[in-house]
């Protein structure tokens, strides 16, 4: 007999040996040890080879077979029914073919089961705890920018689409400038409200040039942001 | 409560919750019998079923849960692939079907018939939440005992650990169990 050398990953040394026995149509109670080790050997052989990973286990089943092949040999004076040297590892392969065999049946099972799909869990617990730790989870510059548009809306100061004309003129506040302000007010105060920072001035350039300095404080990790809620205040801390 | 108030509610339930929902917890909420809770709660299978609906009320062990149906899957998985879809693999699967039958099982025994190292699969079947730690064998060194969990039961589809189907044992293969004891 020859071996056929097949690159599958074995699951482990009873997998190819099982698959020597399939491949041979060898009959599993009545295994011709001789043919069986020599392919086993060969193809432990390829995987050197190869470069395969020889685990241990596959090298202690070359020795299994060996021995049982040396069993074999030796002739036996005792009675009849003494055990045949092969019993154990039959056993051992018929076991291992059950729970293949099983294995399968849960891979059909498996596979209907996916079809039916169920919802992804939804975070619906309600904690007080919880809910402290949301207030203050850092916003993102979208908010802010939203938060923004609103204010220039509540005073009208939305550029006007019908007539893009401009008037140019000179900065009054610079965003270093700003940035001063806004570090002087949470020097005072731990915790301020953005819309409070901006009543300081309701001057469109101001409004432009404190999101700009906030922006930039946030960027240098001097100052956090915090919304307790969707659409909520938002409010300015000092780091 | 009468049935069809608890049926109503069962299914609020289950649709809110998503996961499947012990009927522990339903009967502690409800505070009804647990077995008024049963009677409901088949009753709503079987209107689902009848009804031709689009959802399943799965039981599986005494969890129920809610479910899109297995004939709309094509459409359903065109919006949602869940992460498991792509199933167990075949090292996977063999270990749990071992785990599912001999359980309560160790480790060592897992490998002898499996014939190689089992320790990573079995230690990420215990991540995917299909298998824990039932128990720890009176023996030196306490090794822990694997069985079957109820995320196994839903996974396969099954309402109970008494549904696998029985072992194809050959007429003449019945030395399993007298070999486990020389072994020990």
Sequence with gaps: ?239 | MDKSEIKSAVESMLFIWGDSLDIKDIVEILEVEKKRVEEAVDALILDYENQDRGIVLKKFGESYQLKTKDKNYKYVSTLYKPNTHRGLSDAAMETLSIIAYKQPITKIEIEQIRGIKSSYIINALKDKGLIEVVDRLDKPGNPMLYGTSMDFLSYFGLKSIDELPKLPYDKDFDILDEKDEKNE
């Design chain 1, 1 to 239: 007999m020859e071996y056929v050398v097949n690159l599958n990953k074995f699951q482990g040394p009873f997998d190819l040996l099982f698959q020597l026995i399939e491949d041979n149509e060898i009959d599993i109670y009545d295994i011709p040890i001789s043919e069986v080790t020599q392919q086993y050997l060969g193809y432990l052989d390829q995987m050197v080879e190869y470069n395969m990973d020889l685990t241990s286990e596959f090298i202690l089943m070359a020795s299994t077979l060996i021995e049982i092949k040396s069993k074999m040999l030796l002739p036996s004076f005792k009675e009849k029914d003494e055990e045949d040297p092969r019993d154990n590892l039959v056993n051992r392969l018929l076991e291992y073919k059950l729970f293949k065999e099983v294995s399968e049946d849960f891979k059909d099972k498996e596979r209907a089961e996916l079809k039916f799909i169920p919802k992804p869990k939804e975070e619906i617990e309600y904690d007080e705890k919880l809910n402290e730790q949301v207030l203050f989870e850092e916003i993102n510059v979208y908010d802010l920018m939203n938060s923004i548009n609103s204010l220039l809306k509540r005073r009208k100061l939305e550029i006007n689409r019908e007539s893009p004309t401009f008037k140019f003129r000179e900065d009054h506040y610079s965003v270093n400038k700003c940035i001063k302000i806004v570090k002087n007010i949470l020097k005072e105060k731990n915790k301020v409200n953005l819309i409070d920072v901006f009543k300081i001035d309701f001057n469109k350039g101001f409004i432009i040039a404190i999101f700009l300095s906030i922006l930039e404080l946030s960027r240098e990790k001097n100052v956090k942001i915090l919304q307790d809620n969707l659409f909520g205040e938002i409010y300015l801390m000092s780091v």
